[in-house]
């Protein structure tokens, strides 16, 4: 996790880094610092523990000049959150800075030799260790920064993005790859870097998205230098970026969050535009059409994923199983990684994930394509390492998701999902031309029907109050909403710090039950289908035994209604469909909580956006 940033140019250095820090926090916020080389090619670092803020006030009053410098927010992987272990970092002369993102797995063996050469060390750090490496490299090899950062990088085993500073050469940055996200923008005669794009996009609309293993020389006068960590020159891509400064911006709305998840009417119109066509009779998903034979030879379907991605996952298994009877696994890819799978030639993986960047998901993806089966990834940030890797796959288009608690990438990770079930279904001719078309008719009424349930916030939020007592929540939900509790579940543990459990609602007499009490709020996903009367049982059961229910419905349900202590109406539609309309609720129920509890629902303690350590 972490994210870096860095300038070099004509302007003053720290203001663009900071704003670019803030733009990143959602990577990491456990510390943050900054390093500047001053007009007298003096070096200074700052750091704070904490969030950016702190960093700014500690800097208020230093010597903030300079138009070349780094910038880091952390989420600690090596050592506590402290501002000693916060980056940039120096070497031992102090004659180079360094920020990291990614992990230096055999740090403790390099930090070894560098000790026995007289190194010492001031953080518990991986990343000191690499800054160190490269300024013995420097010297003892008599070479120049990008080599010395290249014969330092052969002999790193981990993951990468990392800037180094040189205070002997203020025109020149050095920044490198593996494993962790890096993007160079380019502007006129001045150069940005960071770990998305997002605090290069006010400045410059040219981007090149920095491959593995690549090491690059920003150079003022000069175009960008790319070589491989083994001197092999490349030739740099640019690309330019579909990304606007108003789509990071909270748009009057309090929270990231609640602006997500607001933004969902919009973003899964966006994400099925020119997929579904207008008469809405047919879904076209390119990624599917050109690869075609390899989804109808599949003899089984691998999905791989983390969090909110792996809930999309379970969803797409029930629709994958149901209209195109191709076998469904669903999986987590830290767990697939390392469990020596069997996979075939015919297998077809889809990885999902937001950022595209989760390590785990990468990794599983990395694993499943050494074994030759192909890879159909489900992505959001356009130009991220997984999308990169796979052979084929189908973004989701909703723009930044900012609130580290995802919401709208959700919504369209199950609308895409769905789209490529009937797209293998509809030309296997395993579902019905009639079920085909109810369903592409009825996802393009989802967003006006997601919009009237947004028109209950007010409502969740009044009656959210009344839940922040509780210590513990028990989610259910049966066949496609299963996966629907245990991502409400997921939302309410993670920005209001209440432990919650997602369960499929029958499995509560085999154990959870025991937990019901008055004290025990129970939501339960039970709109009107299939196990509709089944779920009505288990209501029954909370509520002999005092639970209090809050059941979310089909609008004009009267059964449930009678029961539940609190009902959430939310319109009828195709039961596929149910888990993109009954998610939102859980979404803004959680939301609210965390907001009276006084939580920082945006950016939840211990937890970063995207996850790009093991
Ligand atoms: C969800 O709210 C999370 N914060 C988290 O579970 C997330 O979904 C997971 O880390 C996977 O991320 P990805 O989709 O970017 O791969």
Redesign the pocket.
Known sequence: MCGIVGYIGKRKAYPILIKGLHRLEYRGYDSAGVALINPDGQLNVYKAKGKVAELEAFAADKDISGTIGIAHTRWATHGEPNTVNAHPHYSESERLAIIHNGIIENYAVLKAGLQGEGYSFKSDTDTEVLVQLIEYTQINQHVDLKTAVQLALQQVIGAYAIAVLDKEHPDTLVVARKGSPLVVGIGENEYFLASDATPIVEYTDRVIYIDDEEVVSLRIGEDVDITTIGNVQKTPEIKRLELSLSQLEKGGYPHFMLKEIFEQPRTLTDSMRGRVNVRQDNIALSGFIDNKERFLNAKRIIIT?????WHAGLIAMYAIEEFAQIPVEVEYSSEFRYRKPVIHKDDVVIA???????AD?LAAIQLAKEKGAFIFSICNVVGASIPRVSDSGCYTHVGPEIG???TK?FTAQVTALTMLALCIGREKGTISREKYLDIVRELGQIPDKIERVLGQNKRIADFAKTFTYAQNFIYLGRGYNFPVAMEGA??LK?ISYIHAEGYPAAEMKHGPIALISQEMPVVVVAPRCGTYEKVISNIQEIKARKGRVIAIVTEGDELVSRIADYVIEVPATEECLTPLLTVIPLQLLAYHIAVVKGCDVDQPRN?A???TVE
């Open positions: 994923a983390c969090g909110t991605s999902i994930s937001q950022s595209g960047e989760t998901t580290v608690a995802s990438a997921l939302k993670e937890l956006k995207s996850v």
